[in-house]
């Protein structure tokens, strides 16, 4: 089985973790695709090279030269270089990259260097070729190039035990680098992947995988051992944040599994995110669970709404116009409401939205209220599994929370309930305990 790996920035961050990749790589001999973030923090406080790239780019745009910012990043690649021992002229390197960076003046190709500067080091220190991701990863416009990317990168990695390939960025058809979104290397990881056709994609990090809820609240809790792509993908939605499931389109697509990994305790286990949902060995029906503050609740009540035709059409033109999205819009017979993000709601957005609901659908009664957490329960074994909702709220109300809102999707993947900001760090430690103690 082939395995591709990415390490990420604070497994990146200095000499000694680069010594430790190479450890973690060499002792699998499947571990042949190697993707690099950028350096990321070593302490907090500390910059992210891909954001001193950033404010690079800004110095050069004001001043026509590379300045301070650039600077450090040169510090940081040579102090890396010198930790580990490399007999390279990486000086030359980097002043090759700081020509390119002036003559290029483009943000996405100065804050690429800080894979490609890591990703030519880690090569180095391996022993195995290094793949630009200019050549192998391609953008059609600032759009992923799928067909033409895997057809090249395919080729590029077949002739190779292992190799080195940069993370977070391509190029155009014009041969311009394009960057993913911030965090990027994760979609690059998952390219080359399935590129490879992969077997196991390991994504290193600087945790030991999802945990089954937010250890700010509830100190160590346990460790999600395996989840599916759709809990993924719902746990991320509401706030954990280790991997969001946007970034792993590649390998979700062709069913490749990830593992989570923590470059700084390899031997923990992991988690595991499998593409069809595993049955859980304690039998626990939910996996995890996730939240989010500060919602606000607009409540439409209209006698007979049930009977009206395009009730629900007509109050959410009113918000598409207004460019707001819903997170879920729980409804009973003649009651609806939409509960949204407050951030989109300010500045007298909520009155002018309230005001047009109005005129639009003449409600009995339109009213709102802020400060509602949500909290996500998720798990595939919500499904067909008697009696877990009445455990969620016999916790809840053992905790004298007072539930404002409650809203199941059909698939029963996951229970949403609505609290108080207030009682939100509360009610996740009920519940956690209910499930998981
Ligand atoms: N270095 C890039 C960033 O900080 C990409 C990545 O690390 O995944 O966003």
Not at 20 to 47: F, L, M, T
Not at 66 to 87: D, M, N, Q
Not at 377 to 402: E, M, P
Request: charged share 25%; net charge negative.
């Amino acid at each position: 089985m082939i395995k591709a790996c990415k390490f990420g920035g604070t497994s990146m961050a200095d000499g000694t973790n680069f010594l430790r990749v190479k450890e973690i790589v060499e002792g699998d001999e499947a571990r042949r695709y190697i993707v690099v973030s950028a350096p990321g923090k070593r302490y907090s406080g500390d910059s992210k090279v891909t954001d001193l790239l950033l404010s690079a780019h800004e110095e050069l745009l004001k001043t026509g030269r590379l300045g301070a910012s650039f600077g450090r990043v040169r510090e940081r690649f040579l102090h890396i270089v010198l930790e580990i021992g490399l007999k390279i002229d990486f000086g030359r390197i980097l002043d090759e990259t700081a020509q390119e960076i002036e003559a290029e003046r483009s943000e996405a190709f100065t804050a690429s260097r800080g894979e490609y500067l890591a990703g030519r080091i880690m090569a180095e220190l391996l022993g195995v070729p290094f793949l630009d991701a200019r050549e192998v990863i391609r953008f059609c416009g600032d759009r992923f190039d799928g067909e033409t990317t895997y057809t090249i990168l395919r080729e590029a990695l077949k002739s190779k035990k292992r190799a080195v390939v940069a993370g977070y960025y391509g190029a155009d058809e014009t041969g311009r680098v394009r960057t993913f979104s911030r965090g990027g290397s994760d979609v690059t990881g998952a390219i080359v992947a399935r590129a490879a056709g992969a077997g196991l994609y390991e994504n290193w990090t600087d945790v030991s995988g999802f945990l089954a809820c937010d250890p700010h609240i509830v100190p160590s809790p346990a460790r999600i051992e395996a989840l599916s792509y759709k809990e993924l993908r719902e746990l991320s939605y509401m706030g954990a944040n280790v991997m969001h499931s946007e970034s792993i389109f590649p390998v979700r697509e062709a069913g490749i599994p990830i593992r989570i990994c923590n470059t700084f305790r390899p031997e923990d286990g992991g988690t595991y995110i499998l593409p069809k949902p595993q049955e859980s060995e304690e039998g626990r029906p939910v996996t995890g669970i996730a939240g989010k503050k500060n919602f606000t609740v607009i409540f439409l009540e209209k006698s007979l709404m049930n009977a009206e035709i395009g009730f629900a059409y007509r109050a959410l033109e009113v918000l598409m116009r207004h460019g707001i999205s819903f997170e879920h819009m729980p409804s009973g017979i003649d009651t609806m409401s939409f509960v949204i993000d407050s951030e989109q709601l300010k500045g007298g957005a909520l009155e002018q939205i309230e005001a047009e609901i109005g005129a639009a659908v003449r409600p009995d009664r339109i009213t709102s209220f802020d400060n509602i957490a949500l909290l996500a329960v998720v798990g595939h074994g919500i499904h067909g599994n008697v009696g877990t909702s009445a455990r969620l709220f016999r916790a809840i109300a053992r905790a004298g929370v007072n539930v404002r809102m409650i809203d199941q999707g059909s698939s029963e993947l996951n229970i949403i309930v609505g609290v108080d900001n207030e009682d939100y760090e509360r009610t996740v430690r009920a519940v956690y305990e209910e499930f998981f103690k």
